[in-house]
């Protein structure tokens, strides 16, 4: 056996990266450059943690030096020190699931921490609809509670939604090529080091660190959905992705919740200040995140991926040399990249995922991120805004638990299209409604329930999908671009927003966000396959069947 093959332990797929002294390191360096930060935020308590105008003090600019410093040596303790290339001698190496087997307990905890993962993650760019409205106080911004301002408001949210469609494409490239683990957790620490958006005086700053945060956002949906799809035998695998995957819904209740309960208190900066402690959470959880088998074996790491797969009820067998060709193996004869999801026979499902994508993202960041700012123009306050807005992610949270029994029942192909159908529809209820709906508050929160929880679902769903259709060698790219097309939708309604000077209506945001969903819905019809109950290299081989040889059809 090749000696790259021999050279793999228990103690190095536990850990997932081989330098554990530098990981730690430059996770105490991180922690201690954001909390030099802290001092010049609590000690602007007598002013409700007023920053603008202040000018850095010591601390904070030694802070950012040790952050920079401490990611640096992080990112080197998580390299692995070999697997650049795809090896070929694992070309012929297959993983069989054992789709009979019940769930074992590493399958639980690993689902556990991958929800904890999800919802931490998604509550950065949630956040960002509930910090806008005191940042346009703070900085004497133009919103719609302060047309009189200078610069809009708008800013904030656009930045941080260009980095999540950055940060989707970034680490769809970064988990192919370092590990789908390595880069959950290198996600994990950008959790904590871009807290200290909260404690920027400026706001140019607070832009450019919301960048930087939705960068890690955006990349760690993506790989959380890879390694699930890598790990979870076939049977399980759709369902218990988009009932992960639907923990959005559960962010947006926290945040919300977050945001009536401190905001009143600690100012709007403290729902970017809470990234510090969740995301130490996390990387304490780091533990019983694996190493995703199926990319060890593509990187001929065959011992490592063996000893994953006997925590998981997992197998590896070796082709006969005489048996055809794989999707995988034949992905694999070229470099991989982002133009291999665009090759014959993967096409159709990239144009579905991408058009879904867009629909999804124009509803979540033009209609969901302007619904409290929108509430607030039909007469609610600030406070009570939210209320609503959790009130109706509360009772559409059932509806996370019903996708994923769809996905897993009806298969993922009919859970898509309903999902997208179901949601365009409710959105023209609020085209049809628009502010009189301010006077039924009953019927205002029931419609919500849909495009809150509903629209989480649907990109829940859609990065599952993404991360069952794509051969493994570029399966962290092909989730990658499904998230990236999830938020894309929102850079352009924001970017829309900044340049009209406006924020638009609840009937408008509704408008934009059903009519691609419902043309979504009907491009699922004939572009997406199905993925119920198949193995990952199945349903590669079956989409590029003409290329392996195969006479197989993609549904």
Not at 57 to 81: E, F, K, N
Not at 354 to 379: D, R, S
């Amino acid at each position: 056996m090749p000696p790259h093959l021999r050279t793999g332990t228990r103690a190095d797929t536990t850990r997932g990266f081989q330098r554990p002294v530098a990981f730690w390191l430059g996770t105490a360096t991180c922690t201690a450059g954001v909390v030099l930060h802290l001092p010049m935020y609590f000690g602007a308590r007598h002013m409700h943690y007023h920053l603008a105008g202040m000018r850095p003090d010591p601390a904070m600019i030694l802070g950012m030096a040790l952050i920079g410093a401490g990611l640096v040596v992080t990112l080197y303790g998580l390299l692995p020190r070999r697997g650049r290339q795809v090896q070929e001698a694992a070309a012929g190496i297959r993983v069989r699931a054992l789709d009979d087997a019940p769930i074992r307990a590493p399958h639980v905890l690993l689902l556990i921490v991958m929800a904890v993962a999800v919802t931490i993650d998604v509550m950065k760019p949630t956040s960002l609809a509930f910090v806008a409205s005191g940042a346009a106080e703070e900085y004497g911004l133009r919103s719609p509670t302060h047309p009189d301002g200078g610069i809009s408001v708008a800013w904030l949210p656009l930045s941080g939604i260009t980095g999540t469609v950055l940060g989707s494409w970034m680490w769809g490239w970064l988990g192919d090529r370092i590990g789908r683990r390595a880069s959950i957790l290198f996600a994990g620490m950008l959790f904590v080091t871009t807290s200290i958006c909260g404690t920027m005086p400026s706001f140019t700053w607070n832009i450019v660190m919301c960048l930087v945060m939705g960068m890690g956002a955006g990349g760690m949906l993506p790989i959380t959905f890879t390694l699930l799809a890598e790990t979870i035998p076939a049977r399980h695998r759709g369902w218990l992705m988009v009932l992960v995957g639907g923990d959005i819904a559960g962010a947006y209740v926290i945040t919300s919740w977050l945001a009536a309960e401190l905001t009143p208190t600690f100012g709007w900066r403290i729902l970017w200040l809470i990234g510090l402690p969740t995301g130490l959470v996390f990387l304490a959880l780091n533990r019983w995140i694996p190493e995703s088998p199926r990319f060890l074996l593509a990187r001929g790491r065959q011992k490592e991926a063996e000893a994953v797969m006997a925590r998981y009820g997992a197998a590896v067998v070796r082709e006969k040399k005489n048996a055809p060709r794989t999707a995988a193996a034949s992905a694999a004869d070229s470099p991989p990249g982002f133009r291999t999801l665009l090759r014959r026979g993967l096409v159709g499902p990239t144009l579905a995922i991408t058009l879904l994508g867009i629909g999804a993202g124009l509803t979540t960041y033009g209609f969901q991120q302007w619904v409290p700012t929108n509430l607030e123009q039909m007469g609610f306050s600030n406070v009570n805004s939210a209320y609503v807005v959790r009130n109706a992610a509360l009772l559409g949270l059932p509806l996370t638990v019903l996708t994923a029994w769809m996905y897993g029942k009806l298969g993922s192909r009919w859970t898509l299209i309903a999902l997208s159908a179901l949601t365009g529809m409710t959105l023209f209820g609020f085209v049809i409604a628009g502010d009189a709906l301010a006077h039924r508050q009953w019927l205002l929160s029931l419609l919500l329930v849909v495009p809150l929880s509903g629209i989480s679902s649907v990109a829940a769903a859609v990065m599952g999908y993404a991360a069952e259709v794509y051969p493994t060698v570029v399966r962290s790219r092909g989730a990658g671009l499904a998230a990236g097309m999830t938020k894309i939708g929102g850079v352009l309604i924001l970017a829309l927003t900044v340049a009209a000077a406006t924020v638009p209506s609840l009937a408008s945001t509704a408008l934009i966000g059903a009519v691609p969903l419902l043309a979504a819905a009907l491009a699922l019809v004939r572009l997406a396959p199905e993925t119920k109950h198949r193995g990952l290299e199945d349903i590669s081989d079956t989409l590029m069947g003409e290329r392996t040889g195969s006479s197989a059809t993609p549904r």
